[in-house]
């Protein structure tokens, strides 16, 4: 079955610090998968999308993302966290099949430390 | 003008109330879901609807009725609310229906049910 898992729940880092958010997947192919934010009240907005090509992949908000195969992962990360970067973070897996459904993992909450 | 609105924004009700949550897009995408994040920030599709037709229908209670009038509105209507609805719901939207689709989300209606 797909899956997609989050290992942390909660990361606090340091204004300026780096961050990697991980995420791990299960499928049966090439999967397609995306990192969504979710702002506080707010509804969640795409950061980037991986389907084939290059592994490495680059977002919005100065974000990237890079696929491992042989991990099964596709960690988040960014060099230099500002404080407008808290926030709900989500890694999901486009389903097999023609319906657009998205399978997301249970997030990640991002707290920056002035 | 907001690409996926949805209303209301919070709905506090009595158990065994009926009640409904209008979402519409003016993108021109022909998919249209209805995702149920739980207190654990858990997100699940519920519903998914392309050219109003019904494409995903995941194990949810019969209380919960999808119409979509046109492929730009997509309610949910919800019979006998009862507790364990409390929640907040997001409408989303993507202009197909594969697995690399970009969904673009509403900002949420928060159900709180008494």
């Known amino acids: 079955a797909q899956s997609v898992t989050q290992p942390d729940i909660h990361i606090t880092v340091s204004e300026g610090a780096s961050l990697e958010l991980r995420c791990n997947y299960s499928?049966?192919?090439?999967?397609?998968l995306f990192w969504y934010v979710q702002s506080p009240g707010q509804g969640l907005q795409l950061l980037l999308k991986?389907?084939?090509?290059?592994?490495l992949v680059q977002g919005i908000k100065g974000f990237e993302a890079e696929f491992k195969r042989s991990q099964s992962s596709f960690n988040l990360r960014k060099p230099s966290v500002h404080w407008s970067d808290a926030a709900e973070y989500f890694c999901?897996?486009?389903?097999?099949?023609?319906?657009?459904?998205?399978?997301f993992g249970q997030g990640t909450t991002l707290q920056v430390k002035p | 003008d907001t690409a996926v609105s949805q209303t209301p924004k919070y709905l506090v009700t009595q158990m065994g109330n009926d009640k409904s949550i209008k979402c519409e897009q003016n993108l021109g995408h022909d998919t249209m879901y209805w995702y149920k994040q739980d207190s654990k920030k858990f997100l699940k599709i519920m519903f998914s609807y392309n050219n109003k037709e019904l494409i995903i229908n995941e194990t949810v209670p019969n209380r919960f009725s999808p119409k979509s009038p046109d492929k730009a509105h997509l309610n949910l209507h919800i019979n006998s609310l009862e507790l364990g609805d409390s929640a907040v719901y997001f409408c989303?939207?993507?202009?197909?229906?594969?697995?690399?689709?970009?969904?673009?989300f509403g900002s949420g209606t928060q159900l709180s049910v008494l």
């Open positions: 999901a897996v486009g389903a097999k099949g023609n319906t657009g459904k998205l399978i």
């Open positions: 991986y389907f084939s090509g290059d592994t």
């Open positions: 499928y049966g192919a090439t999967p397609y």
């Open positions: 989303a939207s993507s202009q197909g229906r594969g697995p690399n689709e970009k969904l673009f």
